[in-house]
């Protein structure tokens, strides 16, 4: 059965990353030059990151937009793409249907709360094999991918790899962290930041859901984490 799990893996990260934040916050402030404050950087990795806890706690967020980071993702649902494609600071490299055409049964997503009613799940099985069966008649009578294409479901399974810089990140998860996100581009976008903590332990205050960051839910209801700004 071609039902698929969400794989991540962050495949580019910066060796000097610290490096890179702290020149950029001392650049700032210092009468040296950024060449001068790079080459005689300290190895005191607590002191570059309290300056960088420092600043970007007041907001100076340019000084992480210099770091970039990419992963490649497999088995996400195109619904789930749609939503990831909105953010427009990060850079995109995504499977196409037009070129890449599904092969006999195509893959998909299956949601949990859909998995966890059989009845539900077993019309959601017979649902997918009708649609390969009419995607392959339609290929094999002649139908280009683009425009066969046109009956897969949201649920089809898609290929990307995705850059974006720290600050983006942040607002990501910001945002998609929230348990008003949908279920699974809020288990993608926990995948990315999990994956960024192990190597930059220090960020995980940052890669927070937007109450994390407010100290208040923002939203009309609370899911409970914090209160709204009313109480
Ligand atoms: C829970 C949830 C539900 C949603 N529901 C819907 C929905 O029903 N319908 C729908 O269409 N979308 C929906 N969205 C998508 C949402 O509206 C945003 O398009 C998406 O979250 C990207 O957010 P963003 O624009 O803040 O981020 P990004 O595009 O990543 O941009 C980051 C930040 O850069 C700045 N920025 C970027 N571009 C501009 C610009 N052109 N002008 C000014 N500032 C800019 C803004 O400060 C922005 O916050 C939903 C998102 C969430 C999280």
């Given at each position: 059965m071609p039902k698929k799990n969400l794989e991540v893996q962050l495949i580019s990260i910066p060796d000097n990353l610290l490096d890179v934040i702290y020149t950029a916050c001392r650049t700032c402030y210092s009468a040296d030059g950024a060449i001068e404050i790079y080459d005689n950087i300290t190895n005191d990795t607590d002191k570059k990151l309290a300056l960088i806890s420092k600043v970007i706690s007041s907001g100076h967020y340019s000084t992480i937009e210099h770091i970039q980071v990419t992963f490649a993702i497999n088995n996400i649902s195109r619904a789930a793409t749609h939503q990831l494609v909105r953010h427009r600071h990060m850079s995109f490299s995504q499977k196409s249907q037009r070129y890449v055409k599904e092969k006999g049964e195509f893959d998909f997503v299956v949601p949990p709360a859909i998995e966890a009613n059989k009845s539900l799940y077993n019309k959601f099985l017979k649902h997918m094999e009708l649609t390969a069966s009419l995607y392959q008649d339609f290929i094999q009578n002649g139908i280009k991918g683009e425009d066969a294409r046109?009956?897969?479901?949201?649920?089809t399974t898609s290929s990307l790899v995705v850059s974006l810089n720290l600050r983006e990140l942040i607002h990501l998860a910001n945002l998609r962290?929230?348990?008003?996100?949908?279920l699974e581009i809020r288990l993608a976008v926990k995948k990315m930041c999990t994956l960024i903590e192990e190597k930059e332990p220090w960020l995980k205050s940052h890669l927070v859901p937007k109450c994390g960051r407010?100290?208040?839910?923002?939203?009309?209801?609370?899911?409970?984490r914090m209160k709204t700004k009313n109480g």
């Amino acid at each position: 059965m071609p039902k698929k799990n969400l794989e991540v893996q962050l495949i580019s990260i910066p060796d000097n990353l610290l490096d890179v934040i702290y020149t950029a916050c001392r650049t700032c402030y210092s009468a040296d030059g950024a060449i001068e404050i790079y080459d005689n950087i300290t190895n005191d990795t607590d002191k570059k990151l309290a300056l960088i806890s420092k600043v970007i706690s007041s907001g100076h967020y340019s000084t992480i937009e210099h770091i970039q980071v990419t992963f490649a993702i497999n088995n996400i649902s195109r619904a789930a793409t749609h939503q990831l494609v909105r953010h427009r600071h990060m850079s995109f490299s995504q499977k196409s249907q037009r070129y890449v055409k599904e092969k006999g049964e195509f893959d998909f997503v299956v949601p949990p709360a859909i998995e966890a009613n059989k009845s539900l799940y077993n019309k959601f099985l017979k649902h997918m094999e009708l649609t390969a069966s009419l995607y392959q008649d339609f290929i094999q009578n002649g139908i280009k991918g683009e425009d066969a294409r046109s009956i897969l479901p949201n649920a089809t399974t898609s290929s990307l790899v995705v850059s974006l810089n720290l600050r983006e990140l942040i607002h990501l998860a910001n945002l998609r962290l929230c348990t008003r996100a949908q279920l699974e581009i809020r288990l993608a976008v926990k995948k990315m930041c999990t994956l960024i903590e192990e190597k930059e332990p220090w960020l995980k205050s940052h890669l927070v859901p937007k109450c994390g960051r407010l100290g208040y839910c923002d939203e009309d209801k609370s899911c409970g984490r914090m209160k709204t700004k009313n109480g």
